[in-house]
Each structure stands twice: as structure tokens, then as C-alpha cells.
């Protein structure tokens, strides 16, 4: 399986040295590990469940959503659409996200290329069996034209607001060559905010920054994203966390008040904290990274996690977490006082491939990987 948000290396820009994040040991007592929930999938690429279901639901890139139920693998997909989906490198199904009201409406969004390479957003519905999705309910909620095989983000997560957040990279390719990520006049780059339970097949937040602003979407919520390679919002500590993947040198993770509106993260002017086009560069008007790392030691694609809020381990609640795809590792953080503190790498071994994390209804985390697993984060002893 090809990195599914790979970054494509060509000539180095000429940017100066970035703030390296250093990793700290975590505290003595406290030693996490990761448990095998399931194996055998194929490129599982997201794990998520509807509110306060015990189920998981997996993701897998060829285009099916499989269900782990009483810690079993159930032998039917809840959702087939493999035929619909160009799968390979980093087009596939890229994730699922449920209606805040799923449990009476059933509704549930998920986000593929499709045979042209194209992004599509499409809402199913349930059927009778609450194991197996209605694959005859599909409805066409956003379509978005994607010139290149890579970068096309892939995430649908329904905010605290109930709107349905979409992000998309800058269309692929290498550097931005077509500049979409300072341009608001296109949907790539960005992260959408739209609204499914008003208008046919959605209305447009009325407080949305760029609502009315001649030359630009409307749907547009934030923007200067390269590949938004998994964001998530802490519900109760107000954030978004985003992690941006860089082009050849920095990757980044942004972290910002989950309310804020029309924020631009600076690609392609900037990759991580550094200038990218030119040196120098004005950084005015953009948002700079909370946590940067360069590509040493094999990094090369930022993996973002989520903040920790499950009740199981009491130490690291508040902590977010990340990884990247070549380099292996487990890190984590905690965002305070608008710094990335309390930085630490956890050894959980060889486990693959990080491809994405996954949250269940009750805020434990999970990773995806290569090896076809998805894994629980624990506490050891």
C-alpha cells in the first residue's frame, strides 16, 4: 500500500531552519502500549462510531466501511462501494463521519475519489439491519474537481456546532502549482464548513467568513492547507487541531480556537513556520504553527491523532496525539497557554504503517495500520 498522504519531494526552496520540536521521555510512571483490537483489513485508513454506540466502524481505502462488534470482525461490510472508488497511493474512501443524529435519521457521510480521481461527498443511509448500510440511499452532497492523484485530504467530521467540516488539499501535484491554497476562489486547500440539515444537499453557514465576499466560496471556513491529513476538534478544551503535511522538509500541526473563522495557515507562502516561495516572506495575516518537526530520522507525513478525553487513562486526558507515516512513532502534547508543552514519545513498538487515528463513543483512541490492524492505545501495568 502506497503512503496515503505521501509528500512528493522536488527541488528544496531555499527556506530557513524551522522551530524543531525536541521530545521528551514521558513521566516515569506512566508507560502506554497498544492493544490489537482486530486484524485482517485490508489499508484500513479510519476507525469511528456513531455517539454512544459500542460498535467501531473501520474504514477500509478500497471503498468499504467494515464493523467491529463484541470485538469481532463482522464478515459483512457495513457499506460496499468499491466499485464506485479509485483506490491506490492516496485516493480511496477516505473516512465516514455520522449524523449527530444518527440514531434516529440513520444518516451518515463519507468522503471518496472516485473512478475520475474526483472528490465526492455522499450522505447513505441505514437500512433495517443496523449492521448493513442501504448502498441504493446515496445522495450526492458535494462534488470538487481534484487535478492531481494526491492531496485530496479526505476528512468529514460533524463539528460542535453540528456543521459538517470537510478538508481538502491543494489539489497535488508538488508546491501548489496551481496556487489553490491562497485561493478562495476554489474549494482546495481548505477546510469547508457547511450545513447538511438545511438547504438541498446543504445551505451555506450565514457565519461563514466568506459569505458575500465577491470571487470567493462561500463554503470556505478556513484556508492555506497543503493536506489536512486528519483534524479534530477537543470539545471541551474549545480547539481544532490540524495536522498539515509538509512538502520536503516540515510538517505541522496547528491548533487554534475551534471558532475561529477565515484563518489562513500559509501554504504555499510558508511550509510549517518557514518561508516556502520566497525568502523572505510576509508572514502577516497567517497562523503559525503550534508544534513543527522536520523530515530527520525518517519522518516525511504527519498522521494527526486527537486530545485524549477517554476515562480510562486518567494521566494523559488533555493530550494530543500524533504520528507519521514513515517514521512510526507515537507522540503527544499538551496544548497550553499557546505553546505545545509536555512533549512526549511513547515506545509502542513496531506496529506498521500510522495511517490514521480513530475515537469510540467513549474518547478511548485508536490507530490504523499498514499491517491491516487497528490498535487500542493503552496503559501498560
Known amino acids: 500500500m502506497k503512503l496515503p498522504q505521501i509528500t ?18 514521558p513521566p516515569p510512571d506512566i508507560v502506554l502500549g497498544v492493544q490489537e483490537v482486530v486484524s485482517g483489513l485490508s489499508d484500513p485508513l479510519y476507525v469511528t462510531t456513531p455517539a454512544g454506540d459500542p460498535r467501531l466502524f473501520v474504514v477500509e481505502q478500497a471503498g468499504r466501511i467494515r464493523i467491529v462488534k463484541n470485538g ?25 463521519a455520522f449524523h449527530r443524529s444518527y440514531a434516529t435519521n440513520g444518516f451518515f457521510y463519507v468522503n471518496f475519489t472516485d473512478v475520475s480521481g474526483n472528490t465526492r461527498v455522499e450522505r447513505f443511509s441505514v437500512s433495517a439491519n443496523p449492521d448493513v448500510a442501504n448502498a441504493a440511499s446515496s445522495k450526492l452532497i458535494l462534488a470538487v474537481a481534484q487535478p492531481f492523484a494526491n492531496h485530496n485530504g ?14 481538502l488539499g491543494d489539489g497535488g501535484s508538488a508546491g501548489d502549482p496551481q496556487g489553490n491554497g491562497q485561493n478562495l476562489g476554489t474549494l482546495l486547500g481548505k477546510i469547508l464548513r457547511i450545513d447538511v440539515d438545511r438547504g438541498d444537499p446543504y445551505a451555506i453557514p450565514a457565519d461563514n ?21 486528519r483534524f479534530a476538534f477537543d470539545k471541551l478544551g474549545e480547539l481544532l487541531y490540524i495536522a498539515d503535511v509538509g512538502q ?11 471558532s475561529s473563522s477565515g484563518l489562513n ?28 518537526y522536520d523530515h530527520s530520522a525518517g519522518a516525511c507525513s504527519i498522521t494527526g491523532g486527537y486530545v485524549y478525553r477517554g476515562a480510562v487513562i486518567t494521566d494523559i486526558i488533555g ?4 504520528s507519521d ?29 500510522i495511517t490514521s487515528f480513530g475515537e469510540d463513543a467513549a474518547g478511548e483512541l485508536y490507530l490504523t495500520s499498514s499491517n491491516g490492524r487497528v490498535y487500542r492505545i493503552v496503559r501498560v501495568g
Open 209 to 229: 467568513p466568506f459569505v458575500g465576499r465577491s470571487g470567493a466560496r462561500g463554503e470556505i471556513w478556513a484556508y492555506g492547507l497543503r493536506n489536512p491529513w
Open 248 to 258: 520536503n522538509l516540515f510538517e505541522e500541526v496547528d491548533v487554534v480556537i475551534a
Open 265 to 292: 495557515f500559509g501554504w504555499n507562502t510558508m511550509e510549517g513556520s518557514t518561508c516556502f516561495v520566497s525568502t523572505p516572506c510576509s508572514q502577516s495575516g497567517l497562523e503559525l504553527p503550534a508544534l513543527v
Open 72 to 96: 469481532h470482525l463482522l464478515p459483512t461490510p457495513f457499506l460496499d462501494i468499491s466499485a464506485r472508488v479509485a483506490s491506490g497511493g492516496e485516493r480511496g474512501l477516505l473516512s465516514v
Open 154 to 167: 479526505g476528512l468529514n467530521v460533524f463539528g460542535p456546532d453540528g456543521m459538517l467540516y470537510i478538508g
Open 319 to 322: 493530550h494530543y496525539f500524533y
Open 8 to 25: 512528493v519531494a522536488l527541488a528544496l526552496c531555499g527556506c530557513t531552519e524551522a522551530r524543531s520540536v525536541s521530545s521528551l521521555p
Open 325 to 353: 507515516y514513515c517514521a512510526g512513532f507515537l507522540k503527544s502534547f499538551r496544548y497550553q497557554n499557546g505553546r505545545a508543552t509536555e512533549q512526549n514519545t511513547w515506545n509502542v513498538g513496531n506496529i506498521g504503517f
